[in-house]
């Protein structure tokens, strides 16, 4: 397997880069996180992962090796290709799908395009274990983003606000600062409202 190429960056795109390795040039498939950390065309290196099926040989190319392993995760699942999980790695940082995992934020996962409830439940059910056992996510912090969550909640439902207005609102602070406190989460999200 290729695990990395380093080279100069010929061409970039939101979706893929091209990598001149001495004379030989790499289509890498990216993920808009991977494209926003690439250098205009300086030497690079990305971490790779190599997608061997009956018709096709794809090569995925990754700014870190905390997004391969995630990438890696996640197409481990039935029902999640490649693309799905580029698409979530596009969508969300890595930290933040391992978040969404370690804390059943079902709703996260199912914001990414692509994804169904039942996918995104099936992502949680197999790999929950095995983000907070492998990245040391302790469960306190999980939970306590969640009591966090649930008390922004309430207080802008006391403010006269639907739930259904401001839950994704808080959950994209959360996700922006996974360590702010709960009045700032509450300013920041009455500034938007």
């Known amino acids: 397997m290729i695990t990395h190429i380093q080279g100069k960056l010929v061409e970039k795109n939101p979706t893929y880069a091209i990598i001149d390795c001495n004379g030989v040039g790499y289509f890498l498939h990216i993920s808009v996180n991977t494209f926003g950390k690439l250098p205009d065309s300086e030497a690079v290196k990305l971490y790779c992962y190599l997608s061997v099926k009956e018709d096709s040989h794809t090569l995925f190319g990754f700014a870190d090796k905390l997004e391969r392993e995630v990438f890696k995760l996640l197409i481990s699942v039935s029902g999640v290709g490649p693309s799905i999980a580029r ?5 969300m940082v890595p930290e933040q799908i391992q978040q969404a995992i370690a804390s059943e934020d079902v709703a996260a996962i199912q914001s990414v395009k692509g994804i169904g409830s039942k996918t995104a439940q099936r992502v949680i059910l197999d790999l929950k274990d095995k983000i907070l056992k492998t990245y ?10 969640n009591t966090i969550k649930e008390e922004a909640l309430s207080a802008l439902e006391v403010l006269g606000y639907t739930r259904k207005q401001v839950e994704k609102l808080i959950q994209k602070i959360i996700q922006e600062a996974p360590n702010t406190t709960l009045e700032n989460i509450i300013k920041q999200a009455l500034k938007n409202l």
């Open 87 to 91: 698409t979530m790695l596009s969508s």
């Open 136 to 145: 040391q996510i302790s469960e306190d912090s999980v939970y306590s983003n």
